[in-house]
Nanobody, 115 residues
C-alpha cells in the first residue's frame, strides 16, 4: 500500500531554513506528481508545492521564491527546501499523492517558525 515517511521538520527562527524529505513506497512513484501540503492550527490544509513526473513544479503564491521542491526517482524521495521562513509558515507539512481521485497522505512533520 501507499506509504510516506516525512522528516526534517523542527523549530527554526524567522529567516531560517529547513529541508523536508518524503520517502515514498507502494506505488509507481516515477509516474505520479507528488505534493507537499500544510495545515496550520485552525486553518484548512493547503497545497504548498507540487512536482509532476516531468519534473515540472508549482508553488503556492506565498512561498514562491522561498521554497523549492525536488524529486529523486531513483530513491523515491521528494524534498522541500524552505528558505527565509516566516512565522506564517508554521504548520504540519504533509506529503501527498493522488492515485486517480484517491488521496494518500503521510503522517506529517511539524514546522515551527518562532523566535
Amino acid at each position: 500500500q501507499v506509504h510516506f515517511v516525512e522528516s526534517g521538520g523542527g523549530l527554526v527562527q524567522p529567516g531560517g531554513s529547513l529541508r523536508l524529505s518524503c520517502a515514498a513506497s507502494g506505488f509507481g512513484f516515477n509516474n505520479y506528481a507528488v505534493n507537499w501540503f500544510r495545515q496550520a492550527p485552525g486553518k484548512q490544509r493547503e497545497l504548498v508545492a507540487s512536482i509532476d513526473n516531468a519534473f515540472r513544479t508549482h508553488y503556492e503564491d506565498s512561498v514562491k521564491g522561498r521554497f523549492s521542491i525536488s524529486r529523486d526517482n531513483g530513491k523515491k524521495t521528494v524534498s522541500l527546501q524552505m528558505n527565509r521562513l516566516q512565522r506564517e509558515d508554521t504548520a504540519i507539512y504533509y506529503c501527498n499523492v493522488y492515485l486517480g481521485a484517491s488521496p494518500y497522505w503521510g503522517q506529517g512533520t511539524q514546522v515551527t517558525v518562532s523566535s
